[in-house]
């Protein structure tokens, strides 16, 4: 009696949806039309993507007219219509006309990028920050050289992007700690021959450190997936590190090794110790939405004059 009490409803909701579609389902008359889309999937047309804006923008058209000339009229069809919004914002984003330059709010471009918004600051007072939040002079506890949870201060705010998406690659720890970072930003490794390596070659049992009542210990990686996100943000400090969702990482990125960014970027940090004994309250303006003119200028100039020292893949 229980089992005709729940089908009877969902048999009349079924009934009355039919009624006000007036419309054939392709499906039903051929269900195996809904598997050739599936064959398209979304994280498939990514990983077939990256580096080749062309192929993703092709396949994503076949794969969006394929649901919309299949699932027509169906009541899994509108369901479905929620299944590759997904993938209407990544078409939306990036894909262009011809000879038209590739844009910035594509997940896809090579521009330099950081740490997902949704990221969490290990601050000094023993509270956690939303990265989104941070501000130059924010007390920061963050690695050191040898590999030692110290205090530090933020510098600035290289780029602040709120609203722009991007791929990351979320790195997931045996202790269930997640971070996530595109694919050329510098994590701490525990690594006979590295210190930090970008997040895109991070594997499954590879060694990262987190933080453990206030010690950095070395944890194995579980498993590395990649997603795409809205917001990033790229905060810089002294040491040129952060403790972000209680794992090390580096502040840099799309650059060939985390000690010549450091090095690079090293008159930004002489400039805010002058600032700071000055008593100049902020010696960096605060840029809520983009990155700021200085490390714009610094990466135009290198690209322009050493462009083999940055990483263009994603």
């Given at each position: 009696m229980a089992a005709i009490q729940t089908i009877f409803p969902a048999f009349v909701?079924?009934?009355?949806?039919?009624?006000?579609?007036?419309?054939?389902?392709?499906?039903?008359?051929?269900?195996?039309?809904?598997?050739?889309?599936?064959?398209?999937?979304?994280?498939?047309?990514?990983?077939?993507?990256?580096?080749?804006?062309?192929?993703?923008?092709?396949?994503?058209?076949?794969?969006?007219?394929?649901?919309?000339?299949?699932?027509?009229?169906?009541?899994?069809?509108?369901?479905?219509?929620?299944?590759?919004?997904?993938?209407?914002?990544?078409?939306?984003?990036?894909?262009?006309?011809?000879?038209?330059?590739?844009?910035?709010?594509?997940?896809?471009?090579?521009?330099?990028?950081?740490?997902?918004?949704?990221?969490?600051?290990?601050?000094?007072?023993?509270?956690?920050?939303?990265?989104?939040?941070?501000?130059?002079?924010?007390?920061v506890y963050?690695?050191?050289?040898?590999?030692?949870?110290?205090?530090?201060?933020?510098?600035?705010?290289?780029?602040?992007?709120?609203?722009?998406?991007?791929?990351?690659?979320?790195?997931?720890?045996?202790?269930?700690?997640?971070?996530?970072?595109?694919?050329?930003?510098?994590?701490?490794?525990k690594n006979q021959n590295e210190l930090f390596i970008p997040a895109n070659r991070v594997k499954s049992h590879d060694i990262v450190y987190i933080n453990l009542n206030g010690q950095l210990e070395p944890v194995h990686v579980k498993n590395v997936t990649e997603e795409y996100k809205t917001g990033y943000y790229t905060p810089m400090t002294s040491k040129g590190t952060l403790i972000v969702n209680d794992i090390a990482a580096s502040c840099y990125s799309n650059v060939v090794s985390h000690n010549l960014a450091h090095n690079i970027l090293a008159p930004l940090r002489w400039w805010y110790s002058v600032g700071k004994f000055l008593a100049i309250r902020e010696p960096f303006e605060h840029v809520e939405n983009g990155i700021h003119w200085i490390p714009k200028t610094l990466l135009d100039l290198t690209r322009e004059y050493l462009p083999s020292v940055l990483i263009e893949s994603i």
């Open positions: 909701v079924l009934v009355l949806l039919s009624i006000v579609n007036g419309q054939p389902c392709p499906v039903e008359q051929d269900p195996v039309q809904l598997a050739e889309c599936a064959q398209l999937d979304v994280q498939a047309i990514i990983q077939a993507a990256k580096g080749n804006l062309k192929l993703f923008c092709n396949l994503a058209e076949r794969y969006m007219e394929c649901f919309k000339t299949k699932t027509r009229n169906c009541i899994g069809g509108w369901a479905a219509e929620g299944g590759f919004t997904e993938l209407q914002n990544l078409a939306q984003w990036c894909c262009v006309n011809p000879g038209v330059a590739e844009p910035d709010e594509c997940p896809l471009h090579r521009n330099p990028k950081c740490f997902a918004g949704d990221g969490l600051v290990s601050m000094v007072n023993g509270e956690y920050k939303p990265i989104s939040e941070l501000r130059a002079g924010d007390h963050v690695m050191d050289s040898d590999n030692k949870m110290v205090e530090d201060e933020v510098v600035m705010m290289l780029d602040s992007q709120p609203k722009k998406p991007a791929l990351f690659y979320t790195i997931e720890t045996l202790t269930n700690h997640k971070l996530s970072l595109t694919g050329n930003h510098f994590i701490a490794v």
